[in-house]
């Protein structure tokens, strides 16, 4: 079945609160792979930082993604990246360096609750673009500009690449990133 357009799969693991770290990490890529082997059950390998690819089909795009409790893929045709976290509490100012100074700037003017959506939105697109250039955050989140969460554009290195918010809970926020095709 050749895959045309992004597939996603999710799941939501059942462990307990106080499981130590070690455990959720394995626990979390266990499911990962399954979930991408549901998607095609080919051989999946892994490059130096931990991205999975399918070595027999290299123009598909692999991404993954865990927060807490939920456990997501997507694979599709091209480089992809995804990102997904559960809007919760955080000291904005203990990852100032993650935004540009005009997105800093937008983040101190809106109230708590607003502040901590919209920072988990910057961030969850940020780190989708760094996925997809296969860097994840081995890059400083600032490196990426999100110009405009409305119309889905952020910019790295010059590139422009499209941000579509991805179907999640209220509780939750996340994009998948993709280049963006000028033409």
């Known amino acids: 079945m050749p895959i045309t357009q992004v597939v996603f799969k999710r799941q939501w693991l059942?462990?307990?609160?106080?499981v130590s770290k070690k455990m959720r990490r394995v626990t979390q890529r266990t499911v990962s792979r399954q979930l991408i082997q549901q998607v095609l059950s080919v051989p999946l390998a892994y490059h130096r930082l931990g991205q999975p690819y399918f070595?027999?089909?290299p123009r598909l795009g692999v991404s993954v993604?865990?927060?807490?409790q939920l456990v997501m893929v997507a694979v599709g045709p091209g480089p992809l990246g995804i990102d997904v976290e559960q809007v919760r509490p955080y000291d904005v100012t203990a990852i100032r360096r993650a935004f540009t100074s005009v997105e800093w700037q937008l983040l101190q003017v809106l109230s708590v609750q607003d502040r901590y959506r919209l920072g988990w939105q910057l961030w969850t697109a940020k780190e989708a673009v760094l996925k997809l250039v296969g860097?994840?955050?081995?890059h400083?989140?600032?490196r990426v500009e999100v110009?405009?969460?409305?119309r889905g554009l952020a910019c790295y290195q010059t590139q422009l690449y499209q941000l579509t918010?991805?179907?999640?809970?209220?509780?939750h926020?996340?994009?998948l990133a993709r280049p963006l095709s000028v033409g």
């Open 147 to 150: 110009l405009d969460l409305e």
């Open 140 to 142: 400083a989140p600032r």
């Open 135 to 138: 860097c994840g955050l081995t």
């Open 173 to 175: 926020e996340g994009f």
């Open 165 to 171: 918010p991805l179907e999640l809970p209220a509780t």
């Open 55 to 57: 070595p027999s089909h």
């Open 65 to 68: 993604s865990h927060t807490h």
């Open 14 to 18: 059942q462990m307990p609160v106080d």
